[in-house]
């Protein structure tokens, strides 16, 4: 039996696996697809300490080189259930279920779908949620970016480097994203800002075509012509398969101490109800969960 089952191998999950080890915790840590987690898909980090550039992938590839060399254990299987058999905790997964006194939920979130039509008809064909992992193909082409936050605009801006025209759909007259990402969008030729405009379809026949986007106020429909379709409008927490509390998008609950309403179970960075989704929120969150996994499991054995 595992002291500590560590779920997701992001920021969050690497960070409090480092912890652990260091603490001599006996611990194993699963990720269903890629260690490194969403993060590692990013073009370029600017805002984490240290590092005034880097690529997600190599930020990534540093946390887990520093986890594994502690020794930590990564299990590349799903998790698919979690129960508890009173100080017990079974996590079931797709190589089998693993017992242990403690758990820290890492899972992060996953992009949103907006639901419009030919989103889900398209998607590998024009429509992306990454645009570092699909942006080359679009090159010399006329693409669509749908959001007005850090992800969508500096989305936006890598895309110009490749794209002949960025096109930016926001709902509102104004954007969420930092200041400084918003000057270098701003500061962009090939970037046109469609403001207070809703994505409303997206049309082709084997590949997108053009879209079609609405004037919120006036309800003029538009047709755009775009062959890539990069959205990002937030994201939906990957916690279905625990049952701990959350609020009413399904993100965790936790005190400050990174605690979740069952004993014993702790939760850290994008799939918690955190204000500020960063690496180094994510790091910061991991840490605490980790420490307070090892005072738990020590008042276990008292």
Known sequence: MDDLVIIGGGPAGLTAGIY??????????FEREMVGGQIALSDVIEN??????????ELMQRFEEHARGLGLEIVLAE???????????????????????????????????????????????GVSYCATCDGPFFRGRDVMVVGGGDTAIKEAVFLSK??????????RDKLRAEKILQERAFNTENI???WSHVLK???????VEDVMVEELGTGTLKTVKAEGV???VG??????????EKDERGFIKTTARMETSHPGVFAAGDCTTTPLLQVATAVGNGAIAAYEAEKYIEELGA
């Open 20 to 29: 652990a080890k260091r603490a001599r915790l006996k611990t194993t840590l």
């Open 48 to 57: 984490y300490p240290g590092f005034p550039s880097i690529s997600g992938m």
């Open 79 to 125: 998790v698919r259930d979690v129960t508890f058999q009173e100080e017990i905790k079974v996590v079931k997964t797709s190589k089998g279920d693993y017992p242990a006194k403690a758990i820290v939920v890492a899972t992060g979130a996953r992009p949103r779908r907006l639901g419009v039509p030919g989103e889900k008809e398209f998607t590998g064909k």
């Open 162 to 171: 490749l794209a002949r025209k960025v096109y930016v759909a926001h709902r």
């Open 192 to 194: 046109e800002f469609l």
């Open 201 to 207: 379809e997206i049309r082709g026949e084997k590949f």
């Open 230 to 232: 990069f959205i990002f």
């Open 235 to 244: 994201i939906n927490p990957t916690t279905d398969f625990i049952d701990v």
